[in-house]
């Protein structure tokens, strides 16, 4: 019998989101790119969706979770 090994679902754990403004990412693997822009004050990640220019809140576990964007417009 062969084992199938460790695999992560779980996004990586990150201490300060902070750390995250700046980065470009997608939403989803095919979704808009957008821009990590601020943190709130409940601790959620503010994201702006580079084409439309739009912004959301969105909890950290899910932006981690978003691939980084390769390109964008």
Do not use: C
């Amino acid at each position: 019998m062969q084992s199938q090994g460790f695999e992560e679902t779980h996004a990586a754990y990150i201490s300060d989101p902070r750390k995250l403004i700046g980065q470009v990412r997608r939403l989803g693997d095919a979704g808009p790119a957008y821009e990590v822009v601020a943190v709130d004050e409940q601790g959620k990640v503010v994201i702006e969706v580079i084409h439309s220019g739009g912004r959301a809140a969105f909890p950290v576990e899910e932006v981690l979770e978003d691939p980084m964007a390769e390109t964008f417009p």
